[in-house]
């Protein structure tokens, strides 16, 4: 993988952005350490930095250009041997071995319709010289980020924002994204956290040319929903273990040594055992919480390990280490992202690239699947034990949290009373949305518009507002929850300390596959990811087949408690009036969630809160 960023001018070309895009650059330098560069054009400059996984050596090397295109991409094309061999028939020359000359020549080949004939993950970037155009496009469930700004007189893109605002500048904070991030703790596409920077959607591709910016889909998610299902369970077995299989096989081609995350889960588990199969010599990693056995998964993953007699690699993060990397993690944030449980997977990776540049993981089976608790939950909302929950809920304590299983448990029991009689679009959005009637519009100076806020909520939660069932939950995770949350995280944090990370369950073949298969046979109220487990049972040892679902998180809530004197200035007074985005009164409200005695209850809006005050004082402090 790698970074990328440019500019194209719509009128005349302006030298100082050299300068610019060489500062962009030098900011994604941890996506692309063996090699960077940029390269200027009569209308627009491109520049890149490399992470040398296939074709290591320095032909391959971007902006790479030819009489006609120059193209920078950040990505993998996994089928792009099978295309260089379609090219060559057709009278295409090559002078590497990567796959970002294949895209070249096959831009040249067939235009945007090449889009349709990748398998892969990309964000890329094509200047056309002959008619002075940009064509910028991502694959189809934005496995690979792409931010991009369109300044008026230049366009602008890059693979961070952090990267773009070194070409655009700071801009002003977008409240709504901002109320958004405190609610979800994360930012969905187009928007960002601030104003006019936006992202490119999933399955998108946009042409710059003149001074139009011309944005289109290439590749609708919708299809998932209406695919005709089959219902032969041997037949849905076969194919799904073939799929996945060529899918696994298809990410360990590579030039350097390729691993896999085994955090003891279903997913990284199944990914493991398949790789297995077929590297000799597997390498897998995953973390251990030896303070808070809660979240520790290391036996599971040990035994796993041992099943598939990988070599494997335990990193143990305590809460010295968290305390060490805590303050690293919220420097480097790019964009506000509080999925707490980044922090875990920025360490993971951090430790892993000591040892190897590609990793492979289990990200996508939960959206694709239905294996997240909210699933079942979805489904237990409409039957009695709802309204039990309902009932029980009335004599529980006051509390709930994520620190240990019996405040976990009195967290869900609430969490199902509280959306039992709920239509289904509105408890898809309950489960979903983890500090919804915790941020409101007081809290803000400037309060968000209630219309121009609920026109952004309607686009978030679309999916599931025309198809409010089963298979629209599932569409809307895949194209709000994997796209903005998990797919950013695995990316981002990965890609901070040089390591590409790939996701055989979001082969487009896996996934358009599994959207045949009846939403029944993927999760019930008891039970997520059936077939999954039906499928590869034979894979591995039964206890891991069988276990229940476990998130990946640690309880960065408590840490913040314990250590508050290093985030204090993020709720004085003083801080809040100057800075003019909150109003005080309601940020004491967060500060006594945090001083709280179960500040694990509010963890989403109080580290949320942490991210962004940091990311702004950082930014604009």
Known sequence: MCGIAGVFFFDNYDDTFQEKVSKAVSTLKHRGPDACDFKSYKKAILGHTRLSIIDLSDNANQPLEDE?????????IYNYRSLRQELTRQGFEFKTQSDTEVLLKLYAAYG???????????ALAIYDKKRESVFIARDRFGIKPLYFYNGGDFFAFASEL???????????????????????????????ILERFRKLAAGAY?????????????????????????HNLNEIK?????????????????????????????????????????????????????????YDETPFALETAKHISSHHTVFELNDKQLSDIIFEFLDNTSEPFADSS??????????????????????????????????????????????????????????????????????KIKKLAAISGLSPAERYVALTCFSCGLVGEKLFVNKPVNKIYNLRQREMF???????DADGMLLNDISLVLQNDMLYKADHYSMLNSLEVRVPFLDHNVVEFASKIPSHLKFNSQAGKIILKETFTDLLPETVINRSKHGFEIPVALFIKNNFKAFEDLFSEKFIKTQAIFNYNEVARIKDYTLSANPTRYQPLIWSYIVFQWWWKKNFG
């Open 462 to 468: 679309l999916p599931v507002l025309e198809h409010p």
């Open 112 to 122: 945007k319709k090449m889009l349709d004939k990748l398998n892969g993950d990309f």
């Open 162 to 192: 952090k990267a773009l605002t070194q070409i655009a500048g700071n801009q002003k904070v977008d409240t709504y994204s901002l109320k958004t991030l405190l609610e979800n703790t994360y930012i969905p596409s187009p928007f960002t």
């Open 68 to 76: 006609n295109f120059s193209i920078v991409f950040n990505g993998e």
């Open 342 to 411: 980044a922090l875990a997977f920025y360490y993971l990776s951090k430790q892993t690239s000591k040892h190897l540049k590609v990793i492979l993981s289990g990200d996508g089976a939960d959206e694709v699947f239905g294996g997240y608790n909210k699933h079942r939950a979805f489904l237990l909302a409409e039957k009695n034990k709802a309204k039990i929950a309902k009932l029980i809920s009335m004599f529980l304590p006051p509390t709930g949290g994520r620190n240990n299983k019996f405040a976990d448990t009195i967290r």
């Open 238 to 294: 076969t194919k799904l273990k073939n799929l996945l299989e060529d899918s696994v096989k298809r990410r360990l081609v590579a030039d350097v040594e390729v691993g896999t995350f085994l955090s003891g889960g279903l997913d990284s588990s199944i990914i493991s055992a398949l790789a297995a199969r077929y590297k000799k010599d597997l390498y897998t990693f995953n973390i251990g919480f030896p303070e808070h056995p809660y």
């Open 206 to 230: 946009l042409f710059v040319n003149g001074n139009k910016v011309e944005i289109n889909t290439w590749y609708y998610q919708e299809k998932l929903y209406s695919a005709k299902k089959n």
